[in-house]
């Protein structure tokens, strides 16, 4: 599974619309705000000590702790009882609970989740019936939904479990969703499907895109990657303010679920202007690692360029997203060979592999982080040769595989999703040492078609490898919305291999899928905090406790390995600190 409308489209498959929010939704931020602010909060030039239980602070020169104090949003000590006589705390004098340093989703779309937070939430419908029962209640809870100037939005259906592609026609055909403006995106947000009325603004006769499809079988309807334009182009696009306020919602649910800071996977020029003013205020409670997306896909931009690298990294742009290919689910991830079940395709890249090379060195020589979704083993070599090319164009003295090593260390290239690898290029990956962006839970989504598509060689020597990229630093997060952002979920799925919504494998197996691929629980854990800092040149600032790194921690009922790894699926976080501000906590 891949990540946007192209994670490829645009993140929500473009980026899905802001409408207004229902009056609870905002009646509980409120009351969500005020009970926060009546949390004691210590002035900045103070520093501040804070005692647990105990302490998992993930500095190798000091695994645990019982007590660190704060001041000026970073740890200014850490230290364990033993350390200090003057401070000894009583395990009845400390807070009640454990601690970890606050986690980080490595791949994930802010802007696209607000927006879905508001929309049609399609994951998990079992027919074209209950998809169609689901937007029906929608627009009864939004009644201003579904005009020429409101499409109704959403995401999450599937084809492959409805038995065939949706159409235009099914819309239309129901009474009570006749005439409605409708663009719906697929679980992988590489597809949209639309209603009859968005159909009636495009030409008649469409052409083929290249990188694209329209789905012309069993009827109209469904746009995919590239071919997404012609809809999209057509969308009444909300104004800043919606866009803001879907930001704000977005931001909440993120530190509820234990997150403090997150990767953006592509950020439109329009949506970096927002989050600069938002994270301004005191309602930007969430540090973001932006990714420059071009308003034109894969393409160099200067004249859209923008660096942007704050002292407290609550908000940094040095990256810049790149597209190489589409998604498994729709056929659309290019590969070196045809799909398994059908054969009569290879799937689409969505930029051919010179022009890739090309954007990728223009972007390097400006000093960009260049990070390529890549999902087809055709698409993921492409990527390293990209990254090959740029690393020699940067470092023109390199002659050696060690040397071209060393010069990545500089500019930390990833590859976004790295799910289908040759043998091949999986050793050059190790060899330079780029860095694969993966997210677990994307395994456990795509294990119900994986072998169908791709059948049994490539899956067992190519497919979602994650202990195999160990030596290179794997980056762990979730491509949020394409799957929920619950940073233990995708714990759960890399240590387990089993799918966390039910804890089963492969057709209900209790065992997990491939689980030579699986993770420790220190290993995932790792994934989303110093992994996450290292992609995003922040070693020894986030994803740990020590001196000097941000204040960024959360508080957990109990120590996490002491957990059996089934509760992962269902932990819920006490409370989220972000620069010692606590952001969340737990209503008991």
């Given amino acids: 599974m891949t990540s946007q409308p192209q994670s490829t489209g645009r993140m929500f498959a473009t980026p899905l619309p802001r409408w207004g929010f229902i009056l609870s939704v905002m009646a509980v931020a409120l009351a969500v ?3 926060l602010q009546q949390q004691p909060i210590t002035d900045a030039a103070d520093a501040k000590t804070y005692c647990y239980k105990a302490v998992r602070t993930h ?7 019982s007590c660190f104090s704060v001041q000026n949003g970073v740890f200014n000590r850490v230290w364990a009882e033993s350390d200090d006589s003057e401070s000894v705390v009583s395990q009845d004098k400390a807070i009640d609970g454990y601690v970890i340093p606050g986690l980080w989703d490595g791949h994930g779309h802010l802007m696209a989740y607000g927006e879905f937070l508001h929309s049609v939430d399609l994951f998990g419908a079992k027919s074209l019936s209950e998809a169609k029962d689901r937007i029906k209640v929608y627009l009864k809870k939004n009644p201003e939904a579904g005009t020429k100037d409101q499409w109704v939005r959403g995401v999450g259906w599937d084809q492959d479990v409805y038995g065939r592609m949706p159409t235009a026609a099914d819309i239309e055909e129901d009474p009570a969703l006749k005439g409605i403006y409708m663009m719906l995106d697929r679980i992988d947000v590489h597809c949209t499907w639309v209603s009859q009325s968005v159909l009636d603004l495009l030409p008649a006769d469409l052409p083929d895109i290249p990188g694209g499809e329209i789905i012309r079988d069993p009827g109209m309807g469904v746009f995919c990657d590239n071919a997404m334009d012609y809809v999209v182009k057509r969308w009444p696009k909300p104004d800043s303010k919606k866009k803001a306020m879907a930001v704000k919602s977005a931001l909440a649910k993120l530190n509820e679920v234990g997150l403090v800071g997150m990767h953006d996977a592509s950020s439109l020029p329009e949506d970096i202007r927002i989050y600069t003013d938002m994270s ?48 498994l689910g729709s056929w659309g991830s290019a590969m070196l060979a045809p799909y398994a079940d059908h054969p009569w395709t290879s799937g689409t890249l969505l930029i051919n592999a010179t022009t890739l090379t090309s954007v990728t060195k223009s972007w390097a020589s400006k000093g960009y982080q260049v990070n390529i979704h890549a999902i087809g083993d055709l698409a993921n070599r492409n990527a390293v040769d990209a990254f ?17 090593a060393n010069c990545q260390r500089t500019h930390r290239f990833r590859i976004e999703h790295t799910q289908i690898m040759h043998p091949d290029d999986q050793a050059r990956l190790h060899a330079l040492g780029i860095i694969p962006s993966i997210q677990p839970t994307h395994a456990t989504s795509d294990m119900k078609y994986a072998l169908d598509r791709l059948g049994p060689e490539r899956t067992d020597t190519e497919a979602y490898r994650m202990r195999s990229f160990l030596d290179a630093n794997p980056i762990l997060g979730s491509d949020f919305p394409v799957e929920p952002p619950n940073p233990f979920h995708g714990i759960y799925a890399a240590v387990t291999r089993k799918n966390p919504a039910t804890g089963l494998g492969v057709n209900g197996s209790h065992k997990g899928w491939h689980t030579d691929e699986a993770l420790s629980l220190d290993q995932a854990l790792w994934g989303f905090t110093g992994a996450t800092a290292y992609g995003a040149f922040l070693e020894d600032k986030a994803g740990q406790i020590k001196q000097g790194a941000f204040a960024d921690w959360l508080v957990l009922d109990k120590p996490i390995e002491s957990l059996d790894i089934e509760q ?21």
Avoid at 292 to 313: A, Q
Avoid at 580 to 586: E, L
């Fill in 568 to 588: 992962l699926r269902t932990l819920k976080v006490k409370e989220t600190w972000v620069a010692g501000k606590r952001v969340y906590a737990r209503d008991e």
């Fill in 388 to 404: 090959v090319a740029a690393l020699k164009q940067q470092c023109p003295d390199a002659t050696t595989d060690a040397d071209l």
């Fill in 33 to 35: 705000a005020m009970r």
């Fill in 59 to 65: 500095d190798k020169n000091q695994a645990t702790a």
């Fill in 280 to 327: 301004k205020t005191e309602d930007w409670t969430l540090r973001v690692y932006s990714m420059l997306e071009c308003s034109k896909r894969n393409t160099y931009c200067p004249s859209e360029s923008v660096k942007i690298d704050n002292p407290n990294s609550m908000f940094t742009v040095r990256a810049v997203k790149l597209f190489a290919d589409g998604a």
